[in-house]
């Protein structure tokens, strides 16, 4: 049985963040879960994919996070609990239903999960989510702890209910991602049988029924901040005319900062950030002679914090973000926090004496890199070998292959968001007349790249893109999109969408499939793929190898240097950047622990001096 689904109530458990929100959903009687796995979230969605094969949870991966959204929608219109869950761009792509579904409102409760990224530890931006809850007028919850957020997330599924309107529940990295100590709660039986009412007048959103619905809406939301008010999770603690207003994370490095700073304050704690508390926050002012607000990203409490006291009348300096204050970017840490706090209040910092660390080696630099042995780097070989002597440009996408971009490779020029680099490729082309050869993952162009892929066939353009097939959703954790064969899984009833079949069908006549770990042969293929005027695609598919390991279906084989034979041109590190090569003694050597036996190397060295292992 799988952990998160004990009915121990009152057992404690130790849980990574995105474990305790699965287990409170569980918990909450969710019925449905869909998701576009995204970093810091995929892990929420792993436990309940997991689990929906061994309970009464149904649980989907779908195409992009609109779809999630949007599917999530149609259960939660049926009566039942559903969740949407992405990371902080992917509320960007389920936008366009976000803001109508907020006028059309939900009958069973409904969590749109945004986990943020500050620092950008896993993403392309470090956009606040707090203003999607502004921007459509829907209530944002933010958990401070990794026992609070599971139990915030049945909170929100009874606020969801009782104002008929999904509620976004906003947690970052550190939450996802920190573990911590959880008492487990009772399992609510899911609800499996919805029903929906039709009430064209209430759920189409033609122009004369959204009037009224947007009316509708601000009067939820007048609801929603009387009880934003009398929330638990919007809380004061200490005592003192210095006030600090947090939320999030920032909690806990301002509670500690405070103690250990031996500072007389007080602490509003917001856990319930949109609609704001306003009588709350006006009568915490009233008591202060000046606030410090305290949140990563965006100032969008101390902004709103402002607004209040000017509408009380209220002269007390409000201090947030700006020089030698808190900054807008990257997360916050307790070092950071404690500074700022003693240097607004006018106290002495008492900075942590570091751990003496003189005596230990220097670590050395680990740059980001693509796996040994994986296929995203034969084909990035491939196609710089097959483009020799062209002027091009790269467009790129997001997933692992982003890593093109570093040397040796060095195959990635222009990357905006899912799905752009096909776009983009429409631009580059037309605009420069130069070769342009974009690069897009299976799962990604799935999630957004079909659509600028039309747009390329429907206008004529001409350049290339390689679509890397490597069989899974690779960066994220391995999680299935639709060209994934589930059966090896051991999963059964799910269809498969040929990437090939669906090209072709998209109207591109120039379709070439490769399989990358044949060099020779398919840079042969690539240079007739881009001598082609017009569209051409090329499909590079080979299996990720951390994949096929997890599979068993990777090759037992190994390689070695013959270094009798090698002249030391280096081009299996040069060319390739492969981390299972390294120099020993001034010569070319693989550690046979990261070699997957790929031969991609093998196959480019001018001596052939790269051999398989006879004797493992």
């Not at 008492?183 to 919805?194: A, D, F, H, Q, S």
């Not at 500690?256 to 856990?271: F, M, P, T």
């Not at 942590?352 to 680990?366: G, N, T």
């Amino acid at each position: 049985m799988h952990k998160l689904l004990s009915k121990k109530t009152g057992e404690k458990m130790l849980l990574l963040g995105n474990e305790a929100i699965a287990r409170g959903a569980v918990e909450a009687g969710l019925a449905f879960g869909a998701t576009y796995p995204g970093t810091p979230s995929s892990e929420i969605s792993a436990n309940l994919f997991d689990i929906s094969r061994e309970s009464e949870l149904c649980f989907e991966y779908c195409t992009n996070e609109k779809v999630a959204l949007e599917v999530a929608a149609g259960w939660a219109n049926s009566g039942l609990r559903s969740m949407a869950i992405m990371k902080h761009v992917g509320l960007n792509v389920a936008a366009d239903p976000l803001m109508t579904l907020a006028y059309l409102g939900v009958r069973g409760g409904m969590v749109i999960l945004t986990a943020d990224d500050p620092f950008m530890f896993s993403s392309q931006n470090e956009q606040d989510n707090r203003y999607y809850g502004k921007l459509s007028g829907l209530s944002v919850l933010e958990p401070s702890s990794i026992d609070e957020a599971k139990e915030m997330i049945r909170y929100a599924f009874e606020l969801s209910e009782k104002l008929q309107e999904p509620v976004l529940f906003r947690t970052t990295t550190r939450i996802n991602h920190s573990t911590g100590i959880v008492t487990l709660g009772e399992i609510t039986p899911v609800k499996k049988n919805g029903d929906f009412t039709k009430d064209p007048f209430r759920y189409v959103a033609i122009p004369a029924v959204s009037r009224k619905l947007h009316a509708k809406l601000l009067e939820t939301i007048g609801v929603a901040r009387d009880i934003s008010e009398k929330s638990p999770y919007n809380f004061i603690e200490g005592n003192g005319p210095k006030g600090i207003i947090c939320n999030g994370v920032s909690y806990n490095y301002v509670s500690d900062a405070v103690q250990e700073l031996g500072l007389d304050a007080k602490i509003l704690r917001i856990g319930f950030s949109n609609p704001m508390p306003e009588k709350m926050i006006g009568d915490f002012l009233a008591g202060c002679n000046k606030v410090l607000v305290a949140e990563e990203g965006e100032p969008i409490m101390e902004d709103a914090t402002r607004g209040i006291a000017h509408r009380r009348g209220l002269i007390v300096p409000i201090e947030g973000k700006g020089q030698g204050r808190f900054p807008l970017l990257y997360e916050f840490n307790p070092a950071l926090v404690r500074s700022v706090i003693a240097n607004c209040f006018g106290v002495a910092d008492k900075p942590v004496k570091p751990v003496e660390i003189s005596d230990l080696p220097e670590i050395p630099e680990r740059p980001p890199n693509l796996c040994a042995g994986c296929s995203h780097r034969a084909t990035y070989y491939i196609v710089k070998q097959a483009a020799e002597g062209l002027d091009t440009i790269y467009p790129s996408d997001i997933g692992c292959y982003t890593l093109g971009v570093l040397p040796p490779l060095s195959m990635a020029d222009f990357q905006i968001c899912m799905g752009s680099s096909i776009s983009t490729s429409s631009g580059f082309s037309r605009a420069t007349g130069k070769k342009v050869i974009s690069f897009i993952g299976d799962s990604t162009f799935f999630h957004s790249g079909v659509q600028g892929l039309l747009n390329a066939v429907f206008n004529n353009h001409d350049f290339t893109v390689v679509i890397l097939d490597n069989g899974t959703t690779a960066m994220t954790g391995h999680q299935p999109n639709p060209g994934v064969d589930m059966n090896l899984l051991g999963l059964s009833g799910y269809g498969r969408v040929s990437i090939e079949d669906l090209v072709r069908a998209a109207g591109v006549s120039n379709v070439t499939v490769i399989e990358p770990f044949k060099v020779r042969k398919s840079i042969e293929a690539v240079k007739k793929a881009l001598a082609h005027k017009g569209v051409s695609v090329v499909i590079s598919r080979e299996m990720c190898t951390l994949y096929a390991r997890g599979l068993k279906l990777q090759s037992s084989r190994r390689y070695r240097v013959d270094l009798e034979k090698c002249r030391d041109h280096r081009d299996c590190i040069n060319r390739l950047g492969c981390p299972a090569f390294s120099i020993r003694e001034g010569r070319p050597w693989i550690d046979p622990a990261q070699c997957t036996g790929c031969s991609v190397c093998a196959q480019i060295c001018p001596e052939n001096a790269i051999l398989p292992v006879k004797d493992r």
